[in-house]
């Protein structure tokens, strides 16, 4: 078993939602924490940066009024992602609002920083930071990271081409604290599969961008549900570092998605390329592979509810035919 720390221990479903970019709001982050995840959003859909403060607040208060009516059945911690690269100028004002409220879970993205691992330690938040390889993971965990986002082929965003299969093993070698796994998981038998491959969370995010609570488009989460992994494109373009989008949003801004230029990591452009008016990603749509589970619009709990249903299947399933093997 893993070495996790008590803020991510006894979870009622090993499962963090991922932080969506201008999706996740307090209502999608407040409804997964109550269904048993943990629930997570980018610093940076709060706009302008003042709007954090309030959103951090509303997270917080109402969580701990939800815990205080309910403490047989306590909501999970939340998470804030924070994007380390140096193009992000909100950087030192969004880790002042997080060690303001104490934000449990901290995710770091396009970058390790000592500094910024530090402050989150400083009032016992843990750190949670997403790589796409094993040599990132390793410098990650020497600059203070607590745990690790295994980001693997077919996830949503900015993904990598690694197997789940191979990307774990490898960092399992060395590594022996809190792991999640990304990449296509969109039903209970995946979560269970990561835990059984050596995670101990499977991360979702597409699947949550068609819920109720999600700030996306009615024709961005009709897409997801009527899409699936034929629709997902891997393209430098939009935002100079790979990335899965939808198929749909890409033809809707007037391009070929089978023949899309590479876009500039030296710059990490997020409008959408050179004479394009679309942007990543309000315009040009991200999303996994994993989307062929997802058949409706419904609500966060709802979601939830069903992984957790497919998931003790599995278990049971599993179960089953290990006694019947005996």
């Not at 030192?92 to 000592?114: C, N, Q």
């Not at 990449?183 to 059984?196: D, H, K, N, P, Y």
């Amino acid at each position: 078993m893993s070495k996790l720390p008590l803020t991510l221990q006894n979870l009622p479903l090993p499962i963090i939602g991922s932080p969506l970019f201008i999706i996740s709001n307090p209502k999608l982050v407040i409804e997964q924490c109550k269904a048993g995840i943990i629930g997570s959003m980018p610093a940076l859909n709060a706009r302008p940066a003042a709007q954090l403060d309030e959103w951090l607040h509303e997270i917080t208060e109402t969580l701990a009024a939800y815990n205080k009516a309910n403490p047989d059945k306590p909501a999970a911690p939340f998470a804030i992602n924070q994007i380390v690269h140096k193009s992000n100028d909100r950087l030192e004002h969004d880790m002042e609002m997080v060690v303001k409220y104490k934000v449990p879970v901290i995710i770091t993205s396009l970058g390790a920083r000592t500094d910024v691992n530090d402050a989150i330690h400083s009032y016992g938040g843990v750190v949670l930071h997403d790589i796409i390889n094993n040599f990132f993971a390793r410098k990650a965990i020497e600059k203070g990271a607590d745990g690790l986002i295994a980001v693997a082929a077919g996830a949503g965003g900015h993904a990598g081409v690694k197997s789940p299969f191979a990307l774990v093993q490898e960092i399992r070698q060395w590594f022996d604290g809190p792991l999640a796994l990304s990449g296509s998981i969109a039903t209970g038998g995946a979560v269970l599969a990561a835990q059984a491959m050596g995670a101990d969370f499977a991360y979702i995010g597409s699947a949550f961008i068609a819920t109720h609570e999600a700030r996306a488009s009615d024709a961005y989460k009709q897409a997801i549900v009527d899409g699936n992994s034929d629709d997902i494109v891997y393209s430098s373009l939009f935002t100079g570092v790979h990335g899965n989008y939808l198929k749909p949003s890409i033809i809707a801004a007037g391009m070929d998605p089978d023949n899309l230029p590479e876009g500039d990591v030296k710059t990490m452009n997020f409008a959408s390329g050179e004479g394009s008016k679309a942007k990543a990603w309000k315009d040009i749509w991200g999303c996994g592979q994993g989307i062929g589970a997802v058949t409706e619009v419904t609500s966060t709990a709802a979601l939830v509810a069903r992984l957790r249903r497919e998931y003790d299947a599995a278990r049971s399933r599993i179960l089953a035919d290990e006694r019947a093997s005996r």
